[in-house]
């Protein structure tokens, strides 16, 4: 019982721990509400907010360039690209492809340099990578073309053991087996060669006794029947 109510406590505050480090590790975005700027967690980001940026910050949401200053993203984690793009204030077709969007910041990328504001269009499953997101969730997973043959044996391997217990069975039953011997039967049993329970021949005058191969001369050599008689006990 000690043990127990000691685990319980010790294990109540680990998770009091991880929760405080997940919280600490938690992004958080500089926006500008009421005229003025604060910090916020990145989950309270809703559209129209506004973006502070600096080099170092985790963007917290999709949002439009409305002011730049040599910025530079890292975008590695959205469209691969390992080097850091530039970012200014611009208007694109809208047939552009994302990763040239250069008046956009994006939900996960990193600020590599430059300053810059930008107004929130996005958040949360409503952004690009959450929308990569959604269709990793909904993408049907299709067997591989080995675990397909895998399977395929597997199928062959259980007929094939299934149409044997069977025929053993129905030969069995033809043999008017009973029912309950049939399923012993595969139990297996040891082997007569081996079987240690049969008496071999002894030399103590019981069943058995008289061995040929144990009271002939010949087993000791010819030395032995040179013997005289009294040595070798025969008289």
Do not use: W
Not at 14 to 27: C, D, F, I
Not at 158 to 174: M, S
Not at 193 to 204: E, K, Q, V
Request: aromatic residues 4%; positive net charge; proline residues 5%.
């Amino acid at each position: 019982m000690l043990n127990a109510v000691i685990g319980f406590f010790q294990e109540f505050r680990a998770e009091k721990a991880v929760a405080s480090l997940a919280r600490l590790a938690a992004p958080k975005a500089r926006v500008v509400r009421n005229g003025r700027a604060q910090v916020c967690a990145a989950a309270e980001i809703v559209a129209g907010d506004i973006l502070l940026l600096d080099a170092g910050d985790l963007v917290a949401a999709d949002a439009r360039l409305i002011e730049a200053s040599s910025l530079r993203a890292n975008e590695v984690s959205l469209t691969g690209e390992s080097q850091p793009v530039d970012k200014s204030i611009g208007i694109l077709p809208i047939e552009t492809p994302l990763a040239d969007h250069s008046n956009m910041v994006f939900l996960g990328t990193r600020i590599a340099g430059g300053s810059a504001r930008a107004l929130v269009i996005a958040a949360g499953m409503g952004t690009e990578l959450g929308l990569s997101a959604q269709l990793l969730e909904t993408a049907e997973k299709d067997a591989t073309p080995l675990q397909k043959r895998l399977d395929r044996i597997t199928r062959y391997l259980l007929g094939a053991c299934l149409g044997t217990v069977a025929l053993v069975f129905l030969l069995g039953l033809l043999r008017s087996a009973v029912l309950f011997e049939l399923f012993l039967s595969f139990r297996g049993q040891p082997s007569r060669g081996c079987d240690s329970r049969r008496p071999a021949g002894r030399r103590d005058g019981g069943p058995g006794a008289g061995n040929a191969a144990h009271d002939s001369p010949q087993r000791f050599g010819a030395p032995y029947a040179r013997r005289p008689a009294v040595l070798r006990g025969d008289g």
